[in-house]
């Protein structure tokens, strides 16, 4: 794969000016290769490439040969799996293990929506005596996707599989964190038989490539995964042309956990809500709320478990790697000093593998009992392995606990009792309710998104196509 190139109608492009963005492995922190740094004229040639491709050959193609299409992405990218995952592994520190269902899932959001391409239709319409309404879902035509550094494989494949399987051509601008796997998925799809312009990729800063891309005339819709903040900046930016946005932008998630819940169970399930991508997933199960006559008991399990955690290098496949950057790393240091100041009690935490390369974004994964409920680390996003304890007497505490935040993605209810699963899956403001499981970011099937400030829009599943269609409604007057 070239360096510090787009990827733009199939062909590898340099960017106007060719500056470009060093890559960092967040395993040891040294560059290893660079990006082009998009700027608005890379963006507004990737918009023309779509366009063409949407007005031209892929336009034209039905629903069931963009499906083929998908599939055969999907097992070009099956073909790939390992060479992908030492590359994302590589480029996002997260564990060989982590990496390697990233490059399974990535596969598998083609092949469902492979599946589902020619499956999406509209209706028929009761409506006066003398006429036909039907309804066409339509694709919007220009899709733009604004992927984050955390899962590059599985939230481009969650995106753009979706939209291309509706019809739309895509223009990407992944993160400048981490991005390379995409560049290579971009050159696979076109081996695979995707036709130009369908999907273009462009590299670059997000203020740069990605305001570019949000702003656009060209762009009839856009999705967008990362950080509240910039979710507002998109929106703005996307209503200068009204263009509909879908946002998903992180979650400060519970892990309800009832005195009567199965602790065997639940111990490996709340720890890999946490660590998995060293806490950098929007869905992280980062709040435990429990049931104060179970507090201790499950605290003292769960210390134990957090304890013999390691944390190292990608390739050294552990528990846990290193955060993506310098800055992130600083930011839950910062979190950490503050409970710290506030006396914040610190139960346990993992360590941090002698081995590992000094120069590298590490952090243990740390839990923190006691925290109230109106402290900042109970209450806004850390993004990284550390995992936020509090105890409750009563569902309607657990419930007032649980929908507490600004935040709304996804909660975990743990109990026996079905009668409280079912008031606890009702009662909690999530896009998302596990019940005795918990699914960081998991289940290409099901439907996924926010409440509140986690953003809107549905995106995996099939409710996903919905997203990236328009309706259209047709009435006939026959008589
Ligand atoms: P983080 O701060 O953790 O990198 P962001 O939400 O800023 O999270 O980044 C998610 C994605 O949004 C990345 O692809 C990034 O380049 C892009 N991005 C950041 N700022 C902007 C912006 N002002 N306009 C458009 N895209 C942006």
């Known amino acids: 794969m070239p360096e510090a190139l787009h990827f733009i109608a199939n062909r590898w492009v340099a960017s106007d000016k060719s500056p470009t963005i060093p890559v960092l492995d967040p395993s040891d922190g040294q560059p290893f290769t660079k990006l082009a740094r998009g700027d608005a004229a890379d963006i507004h040639h990737a918009v023309s490439a779509a366009r063409s491709a949407f007005e031209g050959d892929w336009g034209r193609l039905s629903a069931a040969e963009r499906g083929r299409i998908l599939y055969q992405i999907a097992n070009t990218l099956a073909q790939h799996h390992e060479a992908l995952a030492q590359l994302e592994a590589r480029d996002t520190g997260k564990p060989l293990k982590q990496a390697r269902a990233d490059a399974a899932a990535i596969v598998r959001y083609f092949e469902f929506y492979a599946g589902a391409a020619d499956k999406l239709h509209g209706e028929s319409l009761p409506y006066q005596n003398g006429y036909t309404v039907f309804t066409l879902r339509e694709p919007h035509g220009v899709t733009g996707h604004i992927i984050p550094w955390n899962y590059p494989l599985q939230i481009f494949g969650r995106s753009v599989a979706a939209s291309l399987a509706a019809g739309n051509a895509c223009v990407v601008k992944p993160a400048e964190d981490a991005c390379l796997s995409l560049l290579r998925v971009a050159e696979l799809a076109a081996e695979a038989g995707l036709p130009p312009g369908a999907l273009n990729l462009v590299t670059g800063y997000g203020a740069e490539a990605g305001a570019a891309l949000a702003r656009h005339p060209g762009i009839d819709h856009l999705s967008f995964t990362g950080s509240p903040a910039t979710g507002t900046l998109i929106t703005q930016m996307a209503a200068e042309h009204h263009t509909p946005v879908t946002l998903e932008l992180g979650g400060k998630s519970p892990q309800i956990v009832f005195a009567d819940a199965d602790f065997d169970a639940l111990v490996p399930v709340v720890i890999n809500a946490i660590v998995q991508n060293a806490g950098q997933t929007c869905s992280a199960g980062s709040r435990l709320l429990v049931q104060r006559d179970a507090y201790e008991p499950l605290l003292e399990r769960l210390a134990a478990a957090f304890s013999v955690l390691r944390v190292g290098p990608a390739s050294a496949d552990l528990d846990c790697g290193p955060l993506i950057s310098a800055r992130q790393q600083q930011r839950v240091w910062d979190f950490l000093s503050e409970a710290q100041h506030d006396g ?91 019940i005795n499981n918990y699914g960081a970011g998991g289940g290409v099937e099901l439907p996924f998104g926010g409440m509140k400030h986690s953003g809107h829009g549905r995106e995996k599943g099939f409710e996903a196509l919905y997203g990236f269609t328009t309706l259209k409604t047709i009435a006939i007057r026959h008589g």
């Open 344 to 434: 914040i009690p610190l139960m346990a935490h993992g360590e941090v593998d002698p081995a590992a390369p000094e120069a590298g974004f590490y952090q243990a994964p740390t839990l923190l009992r006691d925290v109230p409920p109106e402290h900042r680390l109970a209450r806004e996003e850390v993004f990284g392995p550390v995992l936020a304890a509090m105890p409750f007497a009563d569902e309607s505490e657990a419930v007032r606990l649980a929908n507490g935040t600004l935040y709304g993605l996804v909660a975990g209810v743990w109990t026996r009792d079905g009668g409280r699963q079912l008031r606890m899956a009702r009662a909690v403001r999530a896009g998302q309710v596990f």
